[in-house]
């Protein structure tokens, strides 16, 4: 332990002989350093970057690299996908992956599956955080009934069998071409991005709560109070940038949930149309021919899981970037450097 | 009154002492339910098939109606069921595919007299049929009058009695009418049932052999008041019952529910059936039913691939449920030599077909469904159910089985296209006469062609066909947004609901009548129902129906007439000319009204275990013969 007491002391002693040079780094190049030499969030963000590009230009690779487009059917004549029994062939030069079902190409279909669950994912994630944070902050900061009011309905929520509710929402939202909500839910993408971010956002708010209460007794709060500051002005310029690192860290790994969920609900039939290609619809349509088609379940899987894991490394990344003092790798090499004491 | 109740006691008590004359001059003295009846001696060869045995089934899930019930089961697996197994009817069909549409006697001794205006009808009863455990008594005509009071109590649900009420003089669904309550059903004795019609209806006789129709013990049946609640207390009157059966206790209604339900009937997880004690095969023929077996066991098995599996590997000897076997199945069976023949077809009496809303738009105009017919994809779609094995395109309304096999696909398709893909140039043509193309250029491009609701099944194979009929659509402008749900048809029955288009109906004949139980009853103008219809398109709707259910009238085609110049024929006895009316209906509705898409006629496909030694498809309830199936036990796993 002394050892380790005389390394820590002789690193605190630098800062005051090269006090100039750390002082010129602002918290974004602190981040930045920190998140750069973390590998496996970099390759998590490379992948998550590729993925985008494939999702942005889905349309462009269907009709210049495969000619194909997500709802082509090739079902029967020669060129058909599909053999005397309605099944689908798998993968060739023409078709990489293989078909679908219904003789479609495979490829395509789940390059446009990565719009969908990028979409919903990201829209959803946004609209929670933002519900989230606006409660959230108004539960922390004022305090009162607001935030008796706002944790109630925030452990209301989260009491609510979350796939049951989310299924009765969806079906129900469904029915009609105007949706529900008088209109402003949409059936397909619109209602799975308000179901997802309607069971969201709770999580969002107790967060951003807990910290607020924390925050809000801090000393410079105090101190911006004393100086004249209006609770807008404290709310928006001392506590909200004191919460971006938390928020960003928690929007990065509901990210992938999010996914998850939305592929389970087009798993259940739910959610998207078979002419808006899905991950989830696509895994669902492959499993009752999963012996004699794995590349119509192993594509679309992969990329599922791929996905999420990217999302997971990248908000574990940025957690430990964002928040040295919570980060795990932190506490592992303190751990190891007490096991090495002794000798 | 009560002098009837008095006669039907004294009835039962006689009725009591036949029984035990007739169980001691039939029973071996094998016992133990192991069948007095029939071949039961061990396995052995009875004219190339053997007899004996358990036939054991497994299902993925039998849709009750009515959780057993017969008055209200309403599906061709239990009608397959109760007809081969438990209920004995009137009239009923031979139970095979050859002559599985055509009427044979069964409770009756003969078809029934009828008089002179064709309004009544009397049948007599065949002497020595008995209810099995724990009735175990002669069945009367008021148990057969009784069979009509269930349909007639509105709490029981009875699934078809529209096809009754209105017909039976005095029939009306609501109380339990008690017994005499009905006019138009006379029990002047005990073997003799006459009953009198409003007007003449030569369908008659299919309808007494609806199997809600055959008899039911008052005694049992009538201790549950609601739907589903008889379905495990069900007394039979057939070869064979539940097992278990014979533990009921039939003294009163208390002691009836506390010994049951019966052990052998779960709907939710097994039916097990074995031979009826109480029954003679000397009232029925084996051409009729033969029951070679000693049991026939159903179980739960909620993995349909594993099912196969086990059928292939001999474990069990058959499937029923959802449908046809998965596609992979019947590749593997159709490809292996082996397996070939354990792969057994039926021809269903069905049509699946796309539905169009004449009141809504932009399928209220004639040229736009003709062109969807013109464009539809058949045999993608074909292809999509699984290949040519899963049946044939169809082309009109009417499967050509109901009408003596014509006409054929070949023969009448009046919006031909090259192996059935689609035309379309024809397609487009069509449209372009429509108000809702309005460039003429052959593609429906109003906004009412945008967005438009299309109904369908979440499951398999219409999920896989979806993909098929959206890009036929598109192809001449019509752009759908498509809703599959659970519940498909409760959202298609409810008119209000105004669904535009929707594939996931399909219709089976309910007794096989050419015309009545197809063309002449799912397009009357009449028969709409605001919910539980079954004329989705709305064909013959008029202004006072539309208020009645909540929608705005549009001027629609009515065949009203049609239907009933018809049924005039078909008073006349000419089975010939009634046919040829019935078909012209039929394509006059194709080419004039156009309220279908039909698509596929479909085959019932299974596959058997290695030790059936006979298969039969039963062509009235399209399923399994039950009754004439056998299995070579020796041979069993």
């Known amino acids: 332990m002394a050892q380790v007491q005389a390394e820590t002391s002789l690193e605190g002693a630098q800062p005051s002989l090269e006090l100039e040079r750390v002082v010129g780094r602002s918290p974004g190049q602190l981040f930045w350093e920190r998140f750069r030499s973390d590998r496996v969030a970099i390759a998590g963000l490379v992948f998550i970057a590729f993925l985008v590009i494939v999702a942005l230009a889905a349309p462009l690779i269907s009709r210049y690299i495969v000619g194909h487009g997500p709802n082509e059917l090739f079902n029967r004549g020669e060129e058909s996908m599909l053999n005397d029994f309605g099944l689908p062939l798998g993968p060739n030069g023409d078709f990489w992956f293989g078909a679908d079902r219904a003789g479609r190409d495979l490829f395509v279909r789940v390059v446009y599956g990565a719009r969908t669950s990028l979409v919903i994912a990201v829209g959803a994630t946004l609209i929670a955080v933002t519900i989230g944070v606006v409660l959230g902050m108004t539960a922390g900061f004022f305090r009162g009934w607001a935030d008796t009011a706002i944790s109630r309905s925030i452990d209301v929520m989260l009491s609510m069998p979350l796939l049951l509710f989310a299924i009765g929402i969806v079906s129900t939202c469904s029915r009609a071409r105007e949706g529900c909500l008088f209109g402003v839910v949409k059936p397909g993408v619109p209602v799975v991005i308000f179901v997802i971010a309607l069971f969201s956002w709770p999580y969002v708010a107790r967060l951003v709560r807990g910290q607020t209460l924390s925050i809000r007794e801090r000393d410079f709060i105090e101190a911006s109070r004393t100086l004249g500051a209006n609770n807008a002005s404290i709310m928006f310029r001392e506590v909200l940038p004191n919460l971006v690192a938390p928020i960003i860290v928690y929007a990065t790994l509901i990210i992938p949930t999010n996914i998850i969920f939305a592929a389970s609900l087009s798993f259940l039939g739910l959610g998207v149309s078979d002419q808006q290609p899905d991950w989830g619809r696509l895994i669902a349509q492959a499993a009752p021919i999963f012996e004699i088609a794995w590349w119509a379940m192993f594509f679309p899987g992969l990329l599922l899981f791929l996905t999420t894991l990217a999302f997971n490394l990248v908000g574990d990344g940025l957690r430990d970037a964002l928040d040295p003092r919570a980060s795990t790798k932190r506490v592992r090499r303190t751990a190891a450097a007490e096991v090495a004491e002794p000798a | ?637």
């Not at chain 2, 399928?363 to 074909?382: W, Y």
């Not at chain 2, 709409?528 to 064909?539: D, K, M, P, Q, R």
């Open chain 2, 1 to 637: 009154m009560t002098k009837r109740r008095y006669l039907s006691i004294t009835a039962v008590v006689l009725a009591l002492a036949l029984v035990a004359a007739a169980c001691g001059d039939d029973d071996d003295g094998d016992g133990d339910g192991g069948g007095a009846t029939g071949p039961t001696e061990t396995t052995g060869e009875d004219g190339g098939v053997t007899t004996g045995g358990t036939y054991r089934i497994e299902t993925d899930g039998i849709a009750y109606t009515s959780g057993g019930d017969p008055t209200g089961e309403y599906l061709g697996l239990s009608f397959g069921i109760f007809t081969n197994l438990l209920q004995r009817t009137l009239l009923t069909y031979y139970h095979d595919t050859e002559r599985g549409n055509e009427l044979v006697t069964d409770l009756a001794t003969d078809f029934p007299e009828v008089s002179e205006d064709g309004l009544d009808y009397t049948f007599h009863l065949k002497d020595g049929i008995m209810f099995g455990p724990p009735v175990n008594r002669e069945i009367t005509s008021a148990d057969v009058e009784f069979a009509f009071r269930r349909m007639a109590t509105e709490s029981l649900v009875a699934q078809y009695a529209f096809y009754y009420e209105g017909v039976i003089e005095g029939l009306e669904v609501g109380e339990d009418p008690g017994p005499g309550g009905i006019p138009g059903i006379e029990t002047p004795d005990e073997k003799t049932v006459v009953f009198h019609l409003t007007r003449p209806t030569p369908e008659f006789p299919f309808l007494v052999s609806m199997p809600a129709t055959g008899p039911m013990p008052e005694e049992v049946a009538g201790c549950f008041a609601e739907a589903g609640e008889y379905g495990r207390y069900v007394v039979s009157s057939g070869p064979y019952m539940y097992e278990g059966s014979d533990a009921l206790d039939a003294s009163d209604c208390d002691a009836l529910t506390a010994s049951g339900p019966i052990s052998g009937f779960d709907p939710e997880d097994h039916s097990y059936f074995e031979r009826n004690t109480a029954y003679d095969p000397a009232t029925d023929s084996p051409e009729v039913r033969a029951n070679y077996v000693d049991r026939i066991t159903i179980d739960l098995n909620t993995n349909l691939a594993d099912i196969f599996d086990r059928i292939e590997r001999g474990d069990i000897d058959g499937h029923v449920g959802s449908g046809n076997p998965p596609a992979d199945v019947l590749q593997r069976y159709s490809t292996d030599p082996e397996l070939e023949d354990r792969l057994v077809f039926g021809q269903d009496d069905r049509t699946w077909y796309i539905t169009m809303n004449l009141t809504t738009p932009p399928f209220d105009d004639v040229h736009v469904r003709r062109a969807v017919n013109f464009v539809m994809d058949k045999a993608s779609i074909l292809q999509a159910w699984g290949g040519p094995i899963n049946g044939r395109v169809a082309t009109h309304i009417q499967p050509p089985a109901l009408t003596g096999g014509h006409p054929t696909e070949e023969e009448y398709d009046p919006y031909p296209s090259p192996d059935w893909a689609g035309d379309v140039d024809a397609a487009m043509a069509e449209m372009a006469e429509s108000a809702y193309d309005t460039d003429g250029d052959g593609l429906c491009d109003a906004p009412e062609c945008k967005g438009v609701v299309m109904v369908n099944r979440n499951s398999s194979p219409w999920t896989e066909a979806e993909p098929v009929v959206v890009d036929s659509l598109a192809q001449i402008g019509i752009e759908v947004d498509v809703r599959e749900a659970e519940d498909h048809y409760t959202i298609i029955q409810t008119v209000s609901n105004e669904t535009p288009i929707a594939m996931n109906p399909g219709w089976g004949k309910d007794f096989p009548d050419p015309g009545l139980s197809f063309v002449g009853f799912l397009h009357d103008g009449r028969g709409i129902a605001c919910e539980g219809n079954f004329n989705y398109s709305l064909v013959g709707l008029t202004q006072e129906k539309a208020d009645e259910c909540g929608i705005d009238f549009v001027e629609v085609p009515s065949v009203d007439a049609d239907i009933d110049n018809c049924k005039e024929v078909a008073l006349e006895g000419d089975l010939e000319a009634t046919t040829q009316c019935w078909i012209a209906l039929d394509q006059k509705l194709m080419e004039e009204v156009v309220p279908w898409v039909p698509y596929l006629w479909p085959n019932v496909i299974t596959t058997i275990g290695p030790a059936v030694t006979a298969w039969e498809f039963d062509q009235f309830a399209g399923t399994t013969a039950f009754s004439k199936v056998a299995v070579d036990a020796s041979a069993q796993a």
